[in-house]
Structures are given as structure tokens and as C-alpha cells.
């Protein structure tokens, strides 16, 4: 499971080049071309030259949201929407309130978040007399009909916690969880925003239906599910309360993939800091958070989904989603229209993929081996299947995806969603 829903507006900022300074024209490209990691890295040394006021609470805004600083997000997002409505136009003003309204719901302020998606369907209604083709009616059904739920809360021992994992297939970890006494096989998805259940683990533990289904993204597509109410989920010494998750359709006997439980973003994201010991097969989650590593933040949350940057052997920057769902790992259509002169080469083939909305089927090139640094790491991936462009068009965003096939060659990855950074050992 990819995303819960995508942002419907692009938000743009065009300055006037007769008034535009080198800081404002710098902070003004990164934010056009969305490239957070270098706006993270350049803002602190430009800020302070940057004279134009709302393009700097802009960039302070979309830099909080992407690296999950929830509470400089709730303080700086209503000032520059009160101070630049005019200038901004609805348009930007509705695409930032969507991304705080997100925030919002991800971190369980459900009512919030559904008041913040109403407050821009009045402003595009006023706009445009329409709300047809934004997304804005199903997200305010999907806020609205929570917005009485409480919050989640996680309670942790103030010790190192270490919880053993099974990887028996090689094609997942699965965390033992406790609901009303019976222990359930979760995957430990950093690729699914929210958590997720069977609709046969739902009915047997009793889960509180809630609201009417909507639709979410998937791997493959996607489709409508229902969301239920789990009240309390165990995981060793660790407890999860108030547990919105979604429910999907048994898995059939044959999937090649049967997943019944899923542990999400929800949950991780609120660990601050896990590592994955794939040598002893454990998860830590230190008491003392480790130090940042010279390199800086590498980690960005993309829809509640951690992005991470990804250094290829020329050196150029590309990003790739951090999905410890995917029994293996993809490079995305992206990368192959970068690499298009040496990997068209290559022989082709059909793959199949499985996820949530159904199969696709896709046409790969199947690279041998290909070399990349994340963080201060080389690591290298053999035999990866790579998406060809379907008419020479790239759809995504992304060069890859990154998942088992990654966490298999490595003794130990670090995911630290406080300071935003991943280190492989």
C-alpha cells in the first residue's frame, strides 16, 4: 500500500525578476522544483538574505511539513495563509491548507484536519461555484467521518527495546503483535502510510467499523476499503492505542504475497527511531536517539511515506521511496529514461506485480548490477527490474523503490524519523 491520497493542486512561485534577489531566485527554483533535500541544506545559509517575506514562510512552511516538523508546521502554516491569501492565490492557498489538513490527520487530529479540508472546499467553491475533479468531497468524507475518534498514543519504556522478527520467506519482516490476547504476524511496512488489517483479523478481535469506505492508493492502483477502530495493540514492552487502520479483503490462498496485517507509517513514524538488525534479525529502538551523521538529513515524509535521497556513481542526486513492504526492490521509469542509453540494451521481459488495487503488468529491463551511496554507504543491487516508459512517458516522480532487496545485502539500516535520516551499516 502506497499512499493514502495525493495533494490535487501544484503549488508554484513565480517571482518578478526585475525585484527577485540571487537568495529569493534560488529558494524561488528549489520550491518550483520541489527538491527538498537542497532547500533543507541551502535555506539555513540564505535565509537571512531572502527578502521577500512570503517566499521565506513559504520555504519554512514546506520544509516543516516535509521533514516532520509537525509543531513549526501547525505555528508558521495559518500566518502565511493570513498574511498572503491575495498574493498566493486560492489555488496555493487550498494546495497548502491539503497539505496541513494531512499532517493533521497523520498525526490523529482528525477534526482538525477535517475542519481545514472545509475551510477549502468553501474557498474553491467560492472560487469556481464547483468542487468536480479536485478530490475535495472524498477527503472531507474521509476526515469528517473520524473526526470524533481519539488520537493514537504510544506508550514505550524509557529502556532499549529489542523485539525479535521472522523473515522465514525472505520477503518481509514480520513483527509479533498482541490484539485481546492473540498474537498476529504484522509486515513491517515503511511503504504503507497507515496500518492495515484482514477483514477475518478485524472480525475476529472485534475492531470498531468506522464511517464509510474510501478509496486508497496502491502499488497497483488501488481501491475503496473500510477503516476500523483497533483499541489496543501490543508489541513486546510497547503499546499502541486507538489504532485507525484499514481493512481489506482476505488475501487469497494463492497471492504470492498473502499479506493479512500490515504495521504503517502510524505506528513507525511514532517510534522516532528503529533499527532494523538484519544479521540477528531484531528490531531496536534505542531510549537514546542516535546522533545525526555528518552527512544531515537524507529522510523526507512524502504522504506520511519516507522518502530518501540517493547518490548514483556520477554523483547525481536521485530520490527513492523506503519501502520495507516491497519483497524486493524497483527502479521506476524515472531511472531508466536517466540511464536510457545503457539500459535499453538490455533484454526485456513482462513482470507481473502484485498489490493492493490488483496486477499490472509491466515492461522491465533487468539491470545486472547497479551502485549507489546512501548516506555515507555504497551499497549495490544485482538482478533489479527496471520499468520501461510506456510511450517514452515517465509517470513518476521517483527513481525506484527500495525495499527487502536492499535490507537482504546489508548487516543493519538505522531509520531515524526525528532528524530525518537513514544510515546503513
Known amino acids: 500500500m502506497k499512499r493514502l491520497y495525493a495533494t490535487f493542486l501544484a503549488l508554484t512561485f513565480t517571482l518578478s525578476s526585475a525585484l527577485a534577489q540571487q537568495a529569493d531566485m534560488l529558494v524561488g527554483r528549489l520550491i518550483n522544483s520541489g527538491d527538498w533535500f537542497e532547500l533543507e541544506r541551502v535555506y539555513p545559509n540564505v535565509k537571512d538574505d531572502v527578502q521577500t517575506p512570503m517566499l521565506k514562510q513559504m520555504a519554512e512552511v514546506l520544509l516543516a511539513y ?26 496555493s492557498v487550498c494546495n497548502l491548507i491539503n497539505l496541513g489538513a494531512a499532517a493533521e490527520y497523520f498525526n490523529g487530529n482528525y477534526g482538525v484536519a477535517a475542519d481545514m479540508v472545509k475551510s477549502m472546499a468553501d474557498i474553491i467553491m467560492a472560487a469556481t461555484g464547483s468542487l468536480e475533479e479536485t478530490g475535495v468531497e472524498e477527503l472531507l468524507v474521509c476526515y469528517d467521518s473520524v473526526r470524533e475518534l481519539p488520537a493514537p498514543t504510544i506508550d514505550m519504556p524509557d529502556t532499549d527495546v529489542t523485539i525479535a522478527f521472522s523473515d522465514s520467506s525472505g520477503l518481509h519482516i514480520k513483527l509479533p503483535v498482541s490484539i485481546n490476547g492473540k498474537i498476529y504476524d504484522f509486515i513491517f511496512d515503511t511503504g504503507a502510510s497507515s496500518s492495515l488489517i484482514a477483514s477475518e483479523i478485524a472480525s475476529e478481535i472485534g475492531a470498531q467499523s468506522v464511517g464509510e469506505p474510501i478509496f486508497v492508493g496502491g502499488a497497483t492502483g488501488g481501491g475503496y476499503l473500510e477503516r476500523a477502530l483497533i483499541e489496543r495493540m501490543d508489541i513486546g514492552p510497547i503499546t499502541l492505542r486507538n489504532v485507525l487502520v484499514f481493512v481489506n479483503e482476505n488475501s487469497a490462498e494463492d497471492d504470492p504475497l498473502k499479506v493479512d496485517a500490515v504495521l ?7 517510534l522516532g527511531e528503529v533499527q532494523i538488525d538484519m544479521v540477528n534479525h531484531t528490531l531496536r529502538i534505542p531510549a537514546e536517539k542516535s546522533t545525526t ?44 529514461a536517466k540511464n536510457r542509453e545503457l539500459l535499453s540494451t538490455l533484454p526485456t521481459e513482462t513482470q507481473n506485480t502484485w498489490g493492493h488495487g490488483g496486477i499490472v503488468e509491466q515492461q522491465i529491463a533487468r539491470v545486472p548490477e547497479y551502485t549507489m551511496r546512501i548516506g555515507d554507504r555504497a551499497v549495490t543491487l544485482h538482478a533489479t527490474p527496471a520499468t520501461i516508459p510506456s510511450g517514452d512517458i515517465v509517470t513518476s516522480p521517483h527513481h525506484g523503490s527500495l525495499g527487502m ?21
Not at 504503517?264 to 511514532?270: P, S, T
Not at 545485502?409 to 531515524?416: A, D, P, R
Open 264 to 270: 504503517g507509517m502510524d505506528f513507525i513514524k511514532r
Open 293 to 336: 551523521p555528518e552527512y544531515g538529513k537524507n529522510t523526507l515524509l512524502e504522504q506520511n511515506i519516507p522518502i530518501i535521497e540517493v547518490i548514483d556513481e556520477g554523483g547525481d542526486r536521485m530520490t527513492f521511496i523506503l519501502d520495507t513492504g516491497n519483497s524486493g526492490a524497483d527502479f521506476f521509469d524515472l531511472l531508466f
Open 66 to 91: 516535509n521533514f516532520n516538523r509537525w509543531d513549526e508546521l501547525n505555528n508558521k502554516l495559518p500566518q502565511l495563509i493570513a498574511e498572503h491569501q491575495d498574493r498566493l492565490g486560492y489555488e
Open 405 to 425: 532487496g536492499l535490507l537482504k545485502s546489508i548487516e543493519k539500516v538505522t531509520l531515524n524519523f526525528d532528524d530525518m535520516f537513514v544510515k546503513i551499516e
